[in-house]
């Protein structure tokens, strides 16, 4: 199998590099490049992902119990994400897709720019990101970032998506193990994460959602394992993920640290002397970090700017009313009634939006497939939620807090089917975790029920001839109905 993922890589690297420059010459003109991609930029891009994909599979190898297996669904989940980010790149198909894409590529260049002392460039990103204060600044800098290294090349960024992308899925991987010590439940949570076509979609292009939801479970896991042994790099890794959810979606942070803060106050493990040192000395420590940092005082001044409720019906009405998938533009959540009342609908649409009755358009009825496995897998989620709330409550508490304020947040602030269907990315890496638990204890049943039914087989033939049960005769069936 490593052989065959091997070559499969080869292979691929070397198609990027040689087709699609002449693929991409008929749709360069809306690329917004004064020069057409060349086979040395795909170069510089497979490059680049190479370099960033080598260390992420070698720590990933690493992993004592599960390396092997871990390492090879990194390593499919990035070459699918490889071959989407390409198909998307070559026939330019980020508006389609996620137009942000195109914004994100021009200020990051304009951000190349004002590192090399242009002014102009200065003022446009200034505009764009509110000096530093506006939500999604962090993206900015990532991509500009990588533009140093390989110049302007949007496909080096979806190639950098495409690692973070798949590298979620040995996160989720690692976090449902950490919690159930269930190979099965994790083997699929894993693979839901990294091949459930949404969240592959949103990791194979140039926008933020990749690194967003990245953080989002690097911060989760660096929890679960702080929650059950201090690691000075787990602590690291936290402060990081914090950091990177700050500046790339600024509101979603307040909520990861209230559950972050929550499970330690609540305890992920038994409580004991040793565990409320540990829990007092890592929020101590993640304190005095945030402090040190500034993160705190910029997350305030980041609050106060956007996080009322005010604001909240400003941004909702303008999502609502920007496109035919709006919903609930008469709603109005600038009080508290008025959220209050909203989540109910809210959270319907974040959960199961886009309807059969609203695909109206090809992007729409493109969901579809993975909306209906998306339904089917519900009941499952409720079945794996009760269970971990009935006998894994300390130990899911984060992403239990994390998911559920998440949840009703987005139901007051979504007024968009498509942005609900992008952001529930966020949500659906966790509760994927939640259908696992689910398939595993429905699957776990049928097994339980095939093997007592063997049992009792196996039981009635050592019997005696005269104690079997006589079998009915259809005669008899029938005076019985």
Known sequence: MNAIITFLAI????????????????????????????????????????????????????EKNHGRYLLRLFLLALLLRVVIGTVIFVFNEQD??????????????????????????????????GKGVSSGWGMVYLVGA????????MLAVQ?????????????????????FNNRRVARIAGLAVGFYPSLVLWSSQGLKDGAIVFSLALAILATLKLGQKLSWPYLAMLIAALFCVLVLRFYVFYMLLAAIGGAFLVGMRAVSAQSVARQFIVILALGLSLTYLGITRYANLEFERFGTLKQVQISRRDLSRS???????DVDVSTTSGALSTIPLGIIYLLFAPFPWQLGSLRQSLTLPEMVIWWGSFPMLIMG????????????????????????????????????????????????????????????????????????????QRRPVWQRPRPK?????????
């Open 323 to 329: 496109a035919q998938s709006g919903f609930g533009s």
């Open 159 to 179: 190639f950098f998506n495409a690692v973070l992308g798949a590298a979620t899925a040995v996160l989720i991987f690692l976090a449902a193990f950490e919690v």
């Open 96 to 129: 389609f897709f996620g137009g942000d894409a195109w914004t994100y590529d021009f200020f990051g260049y304009q951000q190349t720019l004002v590192w090399a002392g242009d002014k102009y460039a200065a003022a446009a990103v200034d505009l764009f990101t």
């Open 385 to 460: 939620l009760w269970f971990s709330i009935r006998y894994r409550w300390r130990q899911m508490s984060p992403i239990l807090i994390f998911t559920s304020m998440l949840t009703v947040a987005y139901s007051v602030f979504q007024g968009n089917v498509g942005t609900a269907y992008r952001q529930r990315a966020q949500l659906l890496v966790f509760y994927f975790i939640f259908v696992a638990v689910g398939y595993v204890l429905l699957k776990e049943k049928r097994e339980e029920k095939a093997r007592r039914a063997r049992e009792e087989k196996l039981a009635s």
């Open 11 to 62: 292979v691929l690297g070397v198609m990027i590099i040689v087709l699609v420059p002449p693929l991409s010459v008929p749709y360069q003109s809306g690329f917004g490049l004064a020069e057409p991609t060349t086979a040395a930029a795909c170069a510089k891009a497979v490059l680049f992902c190479f370099t960033m994909a080598l260390p992420t599979a070698i720590l990933i190898r690493r």
């Open 146 to 153: 990588i533009y140093e290294i390989v110049d302007r090349n």
């Open 473 to 481: 005769s259809p005669v008899a069936d029938v005076l019985e109905g």
